[in-house]
């Protein structure tokens, strides 16, 4: 059942989202014409409309993740999600599942959109783009080999995944917790302050582990290191805190076990 | 037959509001049951309860002798008072997605009721009119092949033509040896079809009666409706 809850996700969700990388084809297609028949015009509004596609595709995202979460769950399609044979974990999964692939899919575009426009910007202006790639992997000269790099990428992609996880929890525990009958007559305003107050308190509480619990992953030029000492004053090499990132990984675990609780139990479908 | 629908002393508050207190009755399956109130009187509560959509609850509720829950949610076909179709759904998406997730669900009969009502298959939800999302979801509901049917307010604010379509089309598509609760405050239409009736009333059971002993008694539904609920509701 959760392979076809996600499935239907997918599909619902295409309609919304889906639009914004059909905009952004159609620019990259008309930017790659520009370049063929070196029309000044359309590269410039090609470039423009790359760049707000970019930028659009995850503030998109993120506004049809609340908004999907919303409407399917707690708006009148509730009475259709909620009779399905279907677990509220399952709901919920199928959701987070959905919602983490669109989320990264449009952190991918847009860090793609960006590289790219810098790529073809540097190569409108008659720079050579092999340099502009040198110029670019130099962030990563100074570390010393291949192995380090590959670790660097794998930590940057967990930090990533963790951090799209948790804003995914964050975000469905306050929408949730907003509908149950006491919070719904305040509608929107209390998921916007739940969610801050638990973004707060959870921001606060990784700065904290920072500081007293400073085990961290510290990447230099002199290769990886574990590290027990605070870097936060004296900032070295590129730092992985792992105190945060496993408090982040059991708080976006107890919001989603939260959340699946308040389904179940206090959630008043209009 | 088993009991298709067993509540013992159900209580539901919201709030400091009871809509329902200490509520207990049970039905055998393989009939058409009316559960019959005046708007306000907890029917909608009741039925959320059944179908596994409010589980802040206190007593006992079983259907087909499962607590509800992704379980009873297989059995249930529930027709709820709102349209709860997405507004990106066309008539075929509908029927996929219900096809999808119930192995009861009749795709091929679908197909063939979406021709019978006139609803396009490729037009959007959100195009079609109020009625036409009606007849939609009406069809989801009576192309399963389900144990138990609710239907809450089916004929409310629908003309008397098509409360008529409405009526034929459930007693035409419901499986033999189904159960079927209606939820109505309106009387007159559907007492024919009913077997039993539950009358509830201020969050209670006024009237639990099979429709023969009601008429044995010399009694219509509507007359014992108004005996029990008083002429000041609106009865149709």
Redesign the interface.
Known sequence: MLGKLIKNEFKANIHTIGMIYVVAAAAVALMLLSYLVDVTWISAVSTIVLIATGILAVVMTFVSVVTNFKKTLYGSQGYLSFTLPVTSGQLLAAKTITSFCWMLLSYVVAIGIFVGVYLYATAMIGEDVKMALKMMAAMFEGLPDGTTVKTVIALLALVIFVRIVVLIAQLYFAITLANTRTLQKLGGFATVVIFFAVFIVMQVIGVVLAQYVPFSIVVTGDGIFYSTVSTMANPVGLSFGLAGTIFNVFAAAGLFWATAKIMNTKVNIK | MSEIISVNNLRKS??SHQVLSDVSFSFEGGQIIGLLGPNGSGKTSLIKIL???I??YSGEVLIDGDKP???T??K?A?L?E?????D?MRCV?AIE?MA???KDFNKEKAYKMLDTFQLPPKQKIKTMSKGMQEKLQLLLVMCRNAKLYVLDEPLGGVDPAARAFILDTIMKNHPEGSTILLSTHLIYDVEKIFDSILMIGRGQVLVKARVDDIVAAGKTIEDLFKEVFGYAWQVN
């Open positions: 919201y709030g179908t596994g959509l589980h802040d829950g992704a379980v949610k297989a249930v529930y709820p709102k349209t709860y179709l997405a990106w998406d997605y999808d997730f119930y």
